[in-house]
């Protein structure tokens, strides 16, 4: 028996689009390490839609990659980072960033954001040269536990880096969900005017692979393909990045996508909340986090593939439910009519 995943956001390969482009250009030759005109042109429309002409964007393969690659090249090698203990950066890259000579400081989060009370707390503490010093902000939108940023509180973020000398990363491998999230009032141009350098994520959004980095702090642009390079970034057929990009800033395509990964989330979200359950975390985007008994997620098990996100007590857990730009609402349904029939045979 096959079992329908909503583990993440990856599983499927790309949009039929990205595919039928990348079979029609297969043949052409161009430009090597992203200097291709597909490249070049992905930049451009990418600018439109910032509407800023003054940023710098480079194109790499993954989330972590980019990550590594931003911080690592904008930090000194005795300066800190500072991300909510659930980032991204902190749980699931494997050290990356300290593997760099750059400590990670953490902070406790209920819902993964970040919030200016406790970046100062954090400058408090670290004083003078006998610690690391903090010099960046981290966070990410939307955020591991699938929560968004709202315009006033990135602005405040941003006013406190700027108050302190920080600078702000944002990390947007799911930046299009939380943009077209009903929750959520922010814009990409929002966050290219308020943010030192960020990503605009491919992978979990329709494309086969690869994340755009915007640099918008002019520090930052001269010698940052070193970086890329050094970090094994810079790969020798960037034109298939570049393609990708491209192909999803047509037409909105990269918003539609994002959209139905929302609204297939919130589908499940809605009925669940009908049948009484509770959530770990605000439903905001395309992971959800419901509470659930035992019982009932070793049932949905048997049909599904999902991650148990927290045990909470002897009896209940929080399961997390990823939905994406190409899951099956027919699925989606099915999920929902599985809980319902549980429910109904227990009661």
């Not at 941003?158 to 702000?168: D, M, R, T, V």
């Amino acid at each position: 028996m096959n079992k329908y995943s909503f583990k993440n956001d990856y599983s499927e390969g790309a949009h039929p689009n990205i595919i039928k482009v990348l079979s029609e250009t297969n043949f052409l030759q161009t430009e090597g390490y992203s200097q291709d005109i597909f490249c070049k042109k992905a930049a451009e429309i990418i600018k439109s839609y910032l509407q800023n002409d003054d940023v710098d964007i480079h194109f790499v393969t993954g989330g972590t990659q980019a990550n590594l690659i931003m911080i690592s090249s904008i930090l000194r090698p005795y300066e800190a980072v500072i991300s909510a203990d659930t980032g991204h950066i902190n749980v699931h890259e494997a050290g990356a960033i300290e593997n760099c000579g750059h400590k990670i400081i953490t902070i406790d989060s209920t819902d993964g954001k970040l919030y200016p009370e406790q970046i100062i707390e954090v400058l408090d503490k670290h004083t003078d040269e006998h610690m690391v010093k903090p010099k960046a902000v981290y966070i990410s939108n939307s955020t591991e536990t699938g929560t968004v940023y709202k315009l006033k509180e990135l602005q405040n973020i941003s006013n406190i880096c700027k108050q302190h000398n920080l600078y702000l990363v944002l990390d947007g491998a799911r930046i299009a969900s939380a943009i077209v999230s009903s929750k959520s009032n922010l814009t990409l141009q929002d966050i290219a005017e308020y943010c030192d350098i960020f990503t605009i994520g491919g992978t979990k959004n329709g494309a086969m692979l690869g994340e755009a980095i915007v640099i918008c702090n002019e520090n930052f642009k001269e010698d940052f393909r070193y970086n890329i390079k050094q970090k094994g970034g810079l790969i020798a057929k960037g034109r298939i990045l570049g393609i990708q990009f491209l192909e999803l800033f047509k037409n909105n395509l990269y918003y539609d996508l994002a959209r139905h990964a929302n609204d297939m989330s919130f589908l499940i979200a809605d009925e669940l909340k009908k049948l009484g359950v509770n959530f770990l975390y605000p439903v905001e985007s395309n992971q959800i986090f419901p509470i659930l008994d035992n019982k009932l997620i070793n049932y949905l098990l048997e049909k599904f593939e999902f991650y148990i996100w927290e045990k909470l007590d002897e009896n209940t857990s929080a399961i997390r439910i990823v939905t994406s730009w190409a899951t099956d609402e027919k699925s989606v349904k099915k999920f929902i009519e599985e809980v319902k029939s549980f429910l109904t045979k227990i009661n």
